[in-house]
């Protein structure tokens, strides 16, 4: 019986690429996220000192080498994760360079805020 072909996966060609680079990432909470978002912008940025802290953390999930707690997709202790925060982080793991504003906004902010566009 000849093998059946499949078709590729989606997430064979996943931006994060092997085991050892999901490893050598770093899990940003609300105890560093401020922290690595300043040595970020120092490092790495594209823009200039004093850009929006959103801005940043567009880049710094774009760059692969950032991926949130799982804690900011709980709102309360025993409420169960944030069904609107489940699917952009899901995406900040699997496929960073296809994070978007709107993913940073569902995921680091809060929906009682007014984060204007």
């Not at 085991?19 to 690595?36: C, G, I, K, T």
């Not at 940043?56 to 709102?75: C, D, Q, R, V």
Request: aromatic letters at 10%; hydrophobic letters at 40%; proline letters at 7%.
């Amino acid at each position: 019986m000849p093998w059946k072909v499949c078709r590729p996966s989606p997430f064979s060609s996943l931006h994060c690429g092997s085991p050892e680079a999901m490893r050598n990432r770093v899990v940003l909470n609300a105890d560093n996220v401020f922290s690595h978002a300043a040595i970020f912008q120092k490092d790495r940025s594209k823009h200039p000192v004093g850009t929006c802290f959103l801005n940043i953390l567009i880049e710094m999930h774009n760059s692969g080498k950032y991926i949130p707690n799982a804690k900011w997709l709980i709102l309360h202790a025993g409420q169960g994760m944030v069904n609107a925060r489940l699917e952009p982080a899901w995406r900040m793991y699997l496929q960073p360079a296809e994070v978007s504003r709107d993913d940073v906004i569902k995921v680091y902010f809060s929906t009682a805020g007014t984060l204007k566009r």
